[in-house]
Every structure is written in C-alpha cells, then in structure tokens.
T-cell receptor
C-alpha cells in the first residue's frame, strides 16, 4: 500500500518570501503521479501542480515548483514570492499509473502567509 | 466556479436522523468519489463509483450508504450516525478510474456535525 507523509503540520512565511513544503511517499511502483492540492478556507480542493514519475524534469506552474527526488521518494513544493492568497492547507497526493489508481493523500500542511 | 457541486454546505443532525448529501459534477466525468476529511488526518477514501458501479468500499460502516444513479450524481445517505462521524465530506470526480493521468476535481464539501 502506498503512504504519503507530510511532516510539517503547520508553517508560516512572510509575504513575498519563499517557502518549501515537504512530502515523502512510500511505494513499490515505478510509474505513478504526484500532486499538490491547495485547500483554502473556502474548502475547495484545487490542484496546484502535478508531476509524472517518469519525467526527470521538475514541474513548474508560475510561482509553484516542485523538487522531485524519485530515489529518495521525496516531492516537495516550493512557493516563491508568497502571497496572502496562498494561505491554505496543502495536501500532497500520490496516484498509481495503472488500475485502481485512487489517490492517497498526506495529512496536510497548514501554510499561513503573513503580511 | 467549481465543476463539482455539493449540497448542503453545512449539516447539523442528531444521531437518530436520516439525511442525505448530494454531489453533482458537470465535467462529463465517469468516476466519482466520497472522502471524509477529519482534522489533522489524511483524507479517507470512502467510496468509489466508476460508470455508476461501486468499485470501492473502504470498510465504511453501514450507517453510510452511497448511491450513484448516473455518472453525474452521487449521494451519501446517512442514518444513525455517531459523534465521531462529524467531519467534512468531500466529493470528487475524475475522467475514469482507469485513466492514469487524470487528477480528481473536488467539490466544496459538506461540513457535517453530529449532535
């Protein structure tokens, strides 16, 4: 079974600074997908960024980028130039690439961006 | 504007009540999911429907009864719940449970409180 671990329950960052959220996972699969979701106080889970395990290049979406270390089974999220609107819960998620590809989520990291 | 709509947004009920949660997706997806989100815990997958067929029941107590009349609608019928069932219940959809690279889209959730 796959497990996803987010070791930082809460983090804070000053507006305009950079913050990195950690995620590790455990799997015996060689092909899979990793995601970061954001859940603001409005509660809707929003997909922030995704990474295919077979791609060596780290995914980037505007101010959001990941550091994917497949051998270490690590998938951290870096938020650059943090904005107040980035305040939210962030969930790391793992999905197998084959049948029964349900997502497995970490417990989340609560990020607060301070003015 | 979310493609997955959940109603009601909030629900308070007694342990002997019967109520239902509703989820509707407007994305043309074929797979729908129910998750339970409790504080400081990973999202717990409860049920999965793929093309209206239940493909996953994650050892959920029988006091939770899902129903999927078509690929666009998903219900969660509640009966004789316990205080520990108080949580945020999230609905999600994806293109197809068998597709390997399609992330899930989430609704805003129903905040359920059991008195």
């Amino acid at each position: 079974a796959q497990t996803v671990t987010q070791s930082q329950p809460e983090m804070s960052v000053q507006e305009a600074e950079t913050v990195t959220l950690s995620c590790t996972y455990d799997t015996s699969e060689s092909n899979y997908y990793l995601f970061w979701y954001k859940q603001p106080p409005s509660r809707q889970m929003i997909l922030v960024i995704r990474q295919e395990a077979y791609k060596q290049q780290n995914a980037t979406e505007n101010r959001f980028s990941v550091n994917f270390q497949k051998a270490a089974k690590s998938f951290s999220l870096k938020i650059s130039d943090s904005q107040l609107g980035d305040t939210a819960m962030y969930f790391c998620a793992f999905m197998r690439a084959y049948n029964n590809n349900d997502m497995r989520f970490g417990a989340g990291t609560r990020l607060t961006v301070k003015p | 504007e979310t493609g997955v709509t959940q109603t009601p947004r909030h629900l308070v009920m007694g342990m002997t009540n019967k109520k239902s949660l509703k989820c509707e997706q407007h994305l043309g997806h074929n797979a729908m999911y129910w998750y339970k989100q409790s504080a400081k815990k990973p999202l717990e997958l409860m049920f999965v429907y793929n093309f209206k067929e239940q493909t996953e029941n994650n050892s959920v107590p029988s006091r939770f009864s899902p129903e999927c009349p078509n690929s666009s609608h998903l219900f969660l019928h509640l009966h004789t719940l316990q205080p520990e069932d108080s949580a945020l219940y999230l609905c999600a959809s994806s293109q197809d449970r068998g597709w390997s690279n399609q992330p899930q889209h989430f609704g805003d959730g129903t905040r359920l409180s059991i008195l």
